[in-house]
Each structure stands twice: as structure tokens, then as C-alpha cells.
């Protein structure tokens, strides 16, 4: 049982560059979430997906797009990287039908530095 | 809003020692409240969690209580082991999809 996958593990863009971070969850969940850790920070939301074919913003949407192509994946997109977007990434996903307090399920991160 | 504010880091332990973390909030209504613990290398996972005033969360030797009247949800251990070693942090969920965190405090136990 794989859980939340995502892809890639690292990477270095330039500033300007565009690149799509993937996951994909095999819980059968229905809301998934995107979410970048900051040292000092935590854990700030970016955008998420409460059911297949919805997307909203959280905290800090600026500077990124989502797509939720069926409801295994939701994709976080960069369209002109900035060295501000340096972070590390996470994925999540949440049980379907529960209540509000099932916990959420988290990939491993994408560790992304923008020069 | 919604808020949450855990103590800093780094934290440093010797093995068996006592652990606590403190945890403090602002929400209107009643929030749930939760540990996750990051282990090196890896995305979040549950610790533990409480869904109303009073309730008591546990796991793996963790605790923490639902404290309404100070609006605090601090973690304990009482015998930390090297394997304890972790970031851990603090979240609240209103009434809605959305989970907030607090920065993480960062813990090392040294054997």
C-alpha cells in the first residue's frame, strides 16, 4: 500500500523556469492538499481539493496552480519559479465520507531549490 | 483566525528523560486538535489527536489533553527514547477541510 506518492524527490530550477510537482494517493480519499514547510514556519496550506473536480486557495496560492486530474491526483504547478519558492512540498490526502477529524496523509516531501 | 502557537526549538534530551511541548491556540468554535510527529526524512503522520474539551489523546507513550479553559493542547512523554527524536507539531481543524499548523519544534534525544 503506497499511500501518497510524490514526484521528484529533489530539484533545482532557475529562476523564472516552470516545473510540476505530482502526487497521486491510492486511499481512495477525497480531498487532497498541497502544503510547503518553512523552517520556522510550519506547515502553510497552498491550495487544496475538498472532492474530485474542486480546487481552492489556502494561505499562499500566489505564484502557483493546481489541477486535480481525477481524484488520485492533484498536481501543484510553478509557472515562473522565484527563489521565494524554495521550500520543501508535501502532499496530503484525507479519508472520503468521515468526519472532520480524520487525519491527514502525507507524502514525503519535494525538496525544491529555485537559484 | 485561526492560530497556533507551540514553543521552540531545538530541544535536546537525554534518553528517559521528561518531554513536554507546549501548545496553545486561538479559534472560534470548537476546534479539534492533533500531534503529528516528522520523523527525518519523511512527510507527517498522526500522533495523536482530540476532538473536544477534556479529551485525552495517547499514543506511543505521548499524551496530551484538550485544556478549553486555557485554550492548550501541550504533548507529554514521560521517558523519551533516541527513537523520539523527530519534529514535532501542533494543528487545529475548525469546522472546515482546512488544517492549521504550528512551526514545529524540533526534538533531539541523545542516548
Known amino acids: 500500500n503506497a499511500g501518497v506518492t510524490q514526484t521528484p524527490k529533489f530539484q533545482v530550477l532557475k529562476t523564472g523556469q516552470s516545473m510540476t510537482l505530482q502526487c497521486a494517493q491510492d486511499?481512495?480519499?477525497?480531498?487532497m492538499y498541497w502544503y510547503r514547510q518553512d523552517p520556522g514556519m510550519g506547515l502553510r496550506l497552498i491550495y487544496y481539493?475538498?472532492?474530485?473536480?474542486?480546487?481552492d486557495k489556502g494561505e499562499v496560492p500566489n505564484g502557483y496552480n493546481v489541477s486535480r486530474l481525477n481524484k488520485r491526483e492533484f498536481s501543484l504547478r510553478l509557472e515562473s519559479a522565484a527563489p521565494s519558492q524554495t521550500s520543501v512540498y508535501f502532499c496530503?490526502?484525507?479519508?472520503?465520507?468521515?468526519?472532520?477529524?480524520?487525519?491527514?496523509?502525507f507524502g514525503n516531501g519535494t525538496r525544491l531549490t529555485v537559484t | 483566525g485561526n492560530s497556533v502557537t507551540q514553543m521552540e526549538g531545538p530541544v535536546t534530551l537525554s534518553e528517559e528523560a521528561f518531554l513536554t511541548i507546549n501548545c496553545t491556540y486561538t479559534?472560534?468554535?470548537?476546534?479539534?486538535l492533533f500531534w503529528y510527529v516528522q520523523y527525518p526524512g519523511e512527510g507527517l503522520q498522526l500522533l495523536l489527536k482530540?476532538?473536544?474539551?477534556?479529551d485525552k489523546g495517547s499514543n506511543k507513550g505521548f499524551e496530551a489533553t484538550y485544556r478549553k479553559e486555557t485554550t492548550s493542547f501541550h504533548l507529554e512523554k514521560g521517558s523519551v527514547q533516541v527513537s523520539d527524536s523527530a519534529v514535532y507539531f501542533c494543528?487545529?481543524?475548525?469546522?472546515?477541510?482546512?488544517?492549521?499548523f504550528g512551526a514545529g519544534t524540533t526534538v533531539t534525544v541523545r542516548a
Open positions: 496530503a490526502s484525507r479519508g472520503s465520507g468521515s468526519s472532520y477529524n480524520s487525519p491527514l496523509h
Open positions: 486511499m481512495n480519499h477525497n480531498s
Open positions: 481539493s475538498a472532492s474530485e473536480g474542486t480546487t
Open positions: 479559534a472560534t468554535g470548537y476546534p479539534s
Open positions: 482530540a476532538t473536544k474539551a477534556d
Open positions: 494543528a487545529l481543524r475548525p469546522n472546515d477541510y482546512k488544517l492549521s
